[in-house]
């Protein structure tokens, strides 16, 4: 890092506390205990599992034949005087017993009923037999003694519905009140026996409680048709049973309402506002669908792209040469912009030598920065066709260059990546963890391996090559589909094996969701237009009423006002800063708490395998990057919801600060890198959020992909992976233990630059907030100061009346429309 002014000491890690941490002793927990504390490691959940949620108390219910343990989903927090509470829960797993895989996991956002009582708020950490919070050994105490009754009720029990009654005194002891009705609501059954007035029943924790399972209260359980899932595949470990339905798309209003918004504008001759409904109009025509071509130097990436498009576009050669990222969109003409940073977009004819600077200069440049983005519009019937946004990638050599973080960085927001192998080289190391990344935390990987050059091995080989290439491709995923560019038998043509690599691309592009959402945030910002020319007309038929006198009052009180507003921003900016602090500390601290399950994982791993060498060579800075891969779309999480609050209360601030202004936001058409949260955690009402999120576009986008792609650098930064003679010659066991002691090393150094790269990442990202913020107001004044000293074109009142009303209309219905 280059700058340490970012605050070393807040980015320590307290290590004394760590090493406590990690040489406690691993037990391994089994039966339910197993599952409610695995949530965080067993494959499949733990991506979905957000890092700061806990399990609350699981409940048994019969679904059909066979038992099921399904759990809820919250996350703890600290109420106002400083006792344990919970947000509402959000989530909900199912498992099936004695499988014990998952049959679904639930998001109750999108399930009405749940949706409804997460309305209520915060909910008190007190179980329902008692008003205290319970401590945390308590807590585990009764945990614990809950997950043995339920291991022997559903192992005594496992064909009878009974006896449910006699466990509700230990949901008594754990849960809060308010939690019952979410676990009525997902088994309306339970209702029947799961009661939270049941604290006369003293337990005996200590005892096994086999006595009260003989109390044989039948409990009438019908299976909830809306949950039933039939005979579930154990292969398809999580499908999600509540699928989210987007919300109705706005396009052809939004269209409407933008072009009824321009009128008005232009009409009163705004032109602030015509430009910025402009650029909204022209926001709301990107392609649905971003799809990337990644891959090694010299693969073929962009020789790909020509073909696909038919049309000598972009440059190739021998030596690597694409140098930034190329953003290819349909359009009705052709065109090339080039945007340097801190310069302004470029336009350039679609040439070649419009490409002269925007290549590697020689072959030895290869780790220079991604300097620059080139956005061509093209009017080609093929992208035309499948609509769809073609990002075309420098070479990505290895994986500690920083090229290659910004290409795996540009990958998180992509909806889909065409990876380019060559069939002249084995797969690399890069290229694996290209893949691994791309399969990481998806149900569908929406990754496509085309494998080119077999045009220069002979038709012999060809085929045993691809079938190499597919096996260790299978390795990663055996869901991702590998394509030759070339026949591989003399009865295909070139031809068609092109086409086939189209059909699958146009495949990989599943349109829809992204539009709508996109168009419901573009309704929002017209919102925010509407209310400016509502303000706007307000000045004018205030000016209008003015005598001369008053109109020179105006104009210095005015600027009085924005020497004020400049006082009161510097006050703002310095509780932004104690926020983005605060946002650190935060981040920070569940890097540390999981940093300890990361030590436990592979401290597992490297006791179980056989070869400690070659794990640690081969395996360990791989099997690290990709939990810290994990452990990063996790955060991006969290991080989301903090940035969300923090720029909403920028936003009241800013509001509270300076009354007579609204709020105005820029617009970046042209934004290639718009962040993308995962839509499936937003709830409607959560469309505000989104809004806000990508309010601020690129730069959360830098902070998004650090978070997402980051860690790459550091495996291979910080550590020493060969070992040394003194390592290699000792005993089996003996390599065991020592390499188990430098395990802690590394990870406590990669964890340490996690850190440190983040604390400056987010530095950055509030700075940039900051400062748009503050430009944004500053234009705002300026222009109002302007609407007071100019006199302008003479219109009369009853035109800017007229104004306030068709723009009030609008915004109102527009509003209304939001909310269906
Ligand atoms: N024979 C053969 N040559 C190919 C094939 N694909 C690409 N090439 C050649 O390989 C070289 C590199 O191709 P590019 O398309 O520039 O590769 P790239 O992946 O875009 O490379 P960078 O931009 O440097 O990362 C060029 O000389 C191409 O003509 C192929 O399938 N067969
Ligand atoms: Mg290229």
Redesign the pocket.
Known sequence: MNNPVAGASEMTIDRDLLSQLSVRSIPEPMGVEALIRGIHRSPGLREWVTLESVALAPVPVKRGKRWRILTLLAVPIQLENRSAGLNPPWGAIEWVWPEQVVAQTINLLWYEETAALRQSGVITASPADTNVTLGIPEQTRRENALFLVLDQFLSSNPNQQAHLSSLAPHYAGLLPEEVYPYYWALIPTSKQWLRPDVSAFVLTYSQSSSESLTQNQKAEVSVPAKLVVEEPSFQESITPLLELTPPTDLTKQVESWLHQGLMLAEARELQEVVTDLQALDSRLRLPGFRLAFV??????????INRLLEQPL?????????ATLISIVPGLEDSMEVRFPQRLPEVRPLQEDSWQDLL?PEATAKNQDVLAQVRLTLNNPWLQKIDVELI?T??AGDLTSRRAAQVFSLLSQCDAAVM?VSGTLPLSLTEVAFLEQEVIGRNVPRVLVVV?????ISEEERISVLADIRERVARVSAKIPVLP??PVDKARSEARALEAVQTQIEMMVVKGERRVWRSRQVAGQLVQRLKQLIEIGKAKIAIAQMGIAEKEKASQQAQAAMQEAQLGWEQIRLNLEQRRLQCYKNLQSRIVSAKTDLLELLTFELKKTPNPKTWWEQDFPFRLRRELVVLSRKLENLLMKVLAQDIEWLQEEVSRNFPTQSYRTTVDASATQEILPSFRDLSLADVRQYRLLTRIGSSAAMIGSYVLGGPIGIVTSTVVWILGEQIINKEVEEQRNLLTQELRCVIDKAIDEYCRGIGESLRQLYNQLSEETKQEQIVWQQSKTLAIQTNGVHQDEQVWEQMINDAFNLKTEIIQALKK
């Open positions: 891959g090694e130097f010299s693969r073929g990436k962009s020789t790909l972009l440059p190739v050669g021998n030596l690597p040469t694409t590697i075309d420098p070479g380019l080119s050059k077999l045009d220069t560019l070339h």
